[in-house]
């Protein structure tokens, strides 16, 4: 009987070590709104398409705070006051300050997709909720083709067009987004004879996905419903 147990205590070491068990992959908890719009100067960021020539659009007035969102690249501790050395901003590396949205703001991004994309806090919340989906991809795709087309020269245009493809639409490309067979199919002829209509189909395409799929749930999700109910929240009993 002991010789058994010994036998079967061995058998299980050995399947153990033969078929380990793997770690379940850990979804992203979704990110709090402050998270999102209140965060120190050293951690802010701000998305590269509004930077101007001081690193950011900040505006200087009634909230003596930054008009981004954190929809872009994350500066290093430190960095923060080197880009804004000499542009006439005297804010605290340290201090930090709110970025958060009106509700009634929040509220309007209910409207449509588009009012959502439109607003720059809007932007960087969707971003932040996509990320913890896996799909921000779709996102990242539908801003490189509003860039790109933006583009005026042929060269840079061209250069633009075949990073998108490979990054974005090339099968098994490391941020692939979900196109039918004829999209990208298409899109990849398109490159043939490039021209700032090229991703058109593949743009409608993946606004589509993100207006039946995602937005809904975005709209649904904890992270908006606490920006749209925060005055509720923080009103006095």
């Not at 709104?33 to 590269?48: G, K, M, N, Y």
Request: with cysteine.
């Amino acid at each position: 009987m002991g010789s058994l147990k010994s036998l079967l205590s061995l058998s299980s070491w050995a399947l153990s070590r033969a078929f380990p068990v793997l770690a379940q992959p850990q979804l992203p908890s979704q990110p709090s709104v402050d998270q999102i719009f209140f965060l120190p100067l050293e951690r802010q960021s701000f998305p590269s398409s509004r930077a101007t020539a001081c690193g950011c659009s900040c505006a200087v007035g009634a909230d003596a705070g930054c008009d981004t969102a954190a929809a872009g690249k994350d500066f290093a501790p430190g960095q923060w006051g080197q880009r804004v050395a000499g542009s006439g901003h005297s804010f605290a590396n340290t201090q930090p300050f709110s970025c958060r949205p009106a509700p009634e703001e929040a509220l309007k991004w209910g409207e449509s997709l588009e009012k959502l994309l439109l607003h720059k806090y809007g932007l960087a919340a969707f971003r932040a909720f996509l990320r913890t989906e896996f799909s921000e991809e779709n996102l990242e795709f539908w801003l490189a083709c509003e860039e790109y087309k933006k583009i005026k020269s042929q060269s840079k245009m061209v250069s633009k067009a075949k990073k998108i493809f490979a990054e974005y639409i090339a099968i098994q490309s490391c941020k692939e987004v979900n196109l039918d067979s004829y999209t990208r199919e298409h899109t990849k002829e398109n490159l043939q004879n490039i021209t700032r209509s090229c991703f058109d189909l593949a743009q409608k395409r993946i606004y589509g996905l993100m207006e039946k799929d995602s937005y809904p749930r975005f709209l649904r999700s904890d992270l908006y419903l606490d920006i749209i109910n925060q005055k509720k929240a923080s009103s006095p009993l």
